[in-house]
């Protein structure tokens, strides 16, 4: 398999996750959305949306979209599961997912936050203020869904990490690195923290990747 992937990218850093956990090797090519290689005509070849990641798989298929990446690496190496057996388990992990990846994600994301200062004129300070807004928008209410359930355990869903896990560690990762304040979320801080003693995600880390600058 072959993975496009940005290492700062939230959402290529959830797939590293899940290739890891599942053990999967996988040939890292970095795509800079800094330097746009996202936009040339060689990469929109394989993925029009000029988005990462790209998974290219060992059939030759071309994936896009970290969550549907993330289920068919689940669906075709199910071992380790990362969504549990019992149907309302599955949907509570799912709907944590969508959470990081339908409500938070897609408002502070590097095109969205360009398009605000460079097409729309606003300022620094007010770029942080919405990113810092949306963030604490959606981490309030994910800190309380998980901090009031007791189907969380060490990790988001019981004692065993997740798909709701790997969507969360990344963008905790991306809003420590905005300066948001992670302490009104006790919850996902002690999550993050198990997932992040776990070597398949120690290793995805944006830091340990061939391109981190």
């Not at 999967?24 to 029009?48: D, F, I, W």
């Not at 944590?96 to 097409?119: D, Q, S, W």
């Not at 359930?149 to 969507?167: E, K, M, W, Y």
Request: with cysteine; charged share 20%.
């Amino acid at each position: 398999m072959k993975l496009y992937s940005y290492f700062r990218s939230s959402a290529a850093y959830r797939v590293r996750i899940v290739l890891n956990i599942k053990g999967l090797s996988y040939e890292y090519s970095a795509v800079s959305l800094v330097k746009g290689e996202q936009r040339e005509e060689a990469y929109r070849t394989r993925n029009p949306q000029g988005l990462v990641p790209l998974l290219e798989t060992d059939d030759g298929d071309c994936l896009a979209q970290s969550l549907a990446i993330c289920e068919y690496l689940e669906e075709k190496y199910p071992e380790p599961a990362l969504l549990p057996r019992d149907p309302s388990g599955r949907a509570r992990v799912r709907g944590l997912a969508c959470v990081t990846a339908m409500e938070i994600h897609p408002l502070n994301n590097l095109r969205v936050l360009k398009y605000l200062t460079n097409e729309l004129g606003i300022t620094e300070h007010a770029k942080l203020a919405w990113y810092h807004h949306w963030i604490a928008e959606g981490f309030a209410a994910l800190e309380a869904i998980l901090a009031q359930s007791p189907a969380t355990g060490r990790f988001c869903h019981g004692d065993t990490p997740t798909l709701a896990d790997v969507f969360l560690v990344p963008q905790v990762f991306n809003a420590e690195r905005f300066g948001c304040d992670m302490t009104p979320y006790p919850t996902i801080r002690r999550i993050v923290d198990a997932c992040n003693r776990l070597p398949a995600f120690a290793d995805a880390h944006p830091s340990c990747q061939p391109d981190a600058a």
